[in-house]
């Protein structure tokens, strides 16, 4: 099987302070990581298609770092539950 490699070149984070934005980073990261192992996942994602805008809904945001890590993480999910075909 092929690898993916993700590159996200820009990630606009206002309203989030140095550490909370460091945690929503390593959230988010983690989450797709593990969305990407999953060898089913993958195989989904190999087939070309285009996704112009994904529409995640309402997302919880509780205050702090771990609200912040807990945010990305979240986030990261929607994204893999919206990339299935």
């Known amino acids: 099987m ?14 989030f302070g140095p ?3 460091r945690a929503l980073v390593e959230g988010l990261q983690d989450e797709l990581s593990r969305f990407l192992a999953d060898p089913s996942a993958r195989r989904e994602w190999s087939r070309s298609r285009r996704t112009p ?19 990305g993480a979240d986030l990261a999910r929607r994204i893999g539950r919206g990339l299935k075909p």
């Open 2 to 15: 092929r690898s993916i490699r993700l590159s996200i070149d820009r990630l606009v984070l206002r309203g």
């Open 19 to 21: 550490g909370e934005q």
């Open 53 to 71: 805008v994904m529409k995640l809904g309402r997302l919880p945001l509780e205050p702090g770092v771990a609200g912040a890590k807990n945010f």
